[in-house]
């Protein structure tokens, strides 16, 4: 059986077509095709079925995945194996969301790219439950994510911190469009959101169901700046982080809106397969990540330069 069947059944995966996989791996779409046949009639099962336009798992390649999971890993574990054990070098797959990307988590890469300059990040920024099965996949090495629960036996979880919410509205609202605590309104204002299966815009939802509150609509954009951009131009609401808009609130571009929400905190986790490998590089970045949560989200790049991160950094 060649290695490089298993290595473009797992593109597949991660691109979603035999074409995307073949650009991925600058091969023709038609070798894909004949390594995937190849492949088949080896494990005498069908892998894929096309359903639209994504080629999905079927149920005996679903069963055969932490099969194929373990020997590309273990391939992994032994291309590492003869080099120092305390080397950075290689490529971490980290994923997490766009709001944590953008807003907490320049100081942990730059200390990263500091100290292991020679390891290549690649960073994807999908929702937490596509973040949790990828990490289940194998598709990524790393997610820092918001805690969604549901990981089952087969992942390594641990708490990092607590973040507070907040309802972000435009300075412009009259006083009754402020109103989001008493029930039974219907209120003439939509819902900004960057991913309608973001953890907490499905909270928020579940809230106004709740409260009896409809809003007139919701309005999906592409980032999180253009959600505030939008707030402040008054042309909608939006349920966010509120690290991700403390310039805006402390600057006096938007305002924070009431609300009656019992637990209005979520907290970020970094989470990996039980069965990876923990690479120097994994190590590292998971240390930086304790780091920067016990101190508050914050230090500062010579500080982490000073700090004792990993023992292989000089």
């Known amino acids: 059986m060649e290695l490089k069947y298993l290595t473009t059944f797992k593109t597949i995966l991660e691109t979603g077509s035999f074409q995307k996989a073949a650009e991925r791996l600058n091969y023709a779409q038609s ?9 088949e009639q080896e494990l005498s099962v069908k892998l894929f079925e096309k359903i639209g336009r994504r080629m999905e798992l079927t149920q005996a390649g679903e069963g ?10 273990a391939v992994r574990q032994m291309e590492n194996y003869g080099k120092c054990g305390h080397l950075l070098a290689g490529t971490l797959r980290i994923a997490m969301p766009e709001t ?21 990040l690649s960073l994807r920024t999908p929702n937490c439950y596509e973040i949790r099965e990828q990490i289940i996949s194998g598709i990524v ?63 928020f939802e579940e ?25 402040a131009g008054n042309l909608g609401v939006a349920y966010l982080p509120r690290f991700t808009v403390e310039e805006e609130l402390r600057c006096g ?16 986790v970094c989470t990996y397969h039980k069965n990876k490998w923990v690479t120097p590089a994994i190590d590292l970045f998971i240390s930086l990540l304790r780091e920067q949560a016990a101190a508050g989200g914050v230090y500062s790049d010579e500080e982490a330069s000073d700090k004792n991160l990993y023992n292989g950094a000089e």
């Open 141 to 203: 090495d790393l997610g820092v994510h918001y805690d969604i629960g549901g990981y089952g036996a087969s992942l390594v979880v641990e708490k990092l911190r607590d973040y507070q919410l907040v309802l972000a509205g435009s300075m412009e609202l009259k006083q009754e469009a402020c109103d989001f605590i008493t029930k039974g309104q219907r209120k003439d204002i939509g819902l900004l959101t960057m991913d309608k299966n973001s953890l907490y815009h499905r909270q």
């Open 64 to 73: 055969l995945l932490p099969y194929i999971d373990a020997v590309l890993e």
């Open 100 to 120: 944590l990307l953008s807003y907490q988590m320049h100081q942990v890469l730059s200390a990263f790219r500091k100290l292991a300059p020679d390891v290549k």
């Open 31 to 39: 070798t894909i095709t004949l390594q995937m046949q190849l492949l």
């Open 253 to 268: 571009l938007i305002r924070e809106l009431p609300v009656s929400i019992e637990n209005n905190r979520i907290t970020t």
């Open 207 to 231: 809230y106004l169901r709740k409260s009896d509150i409809t809003l007139n609509g919701e309005m999906e954009l592409v980032s999180t700046e253009a959600i505030k951009r939008s707030v």
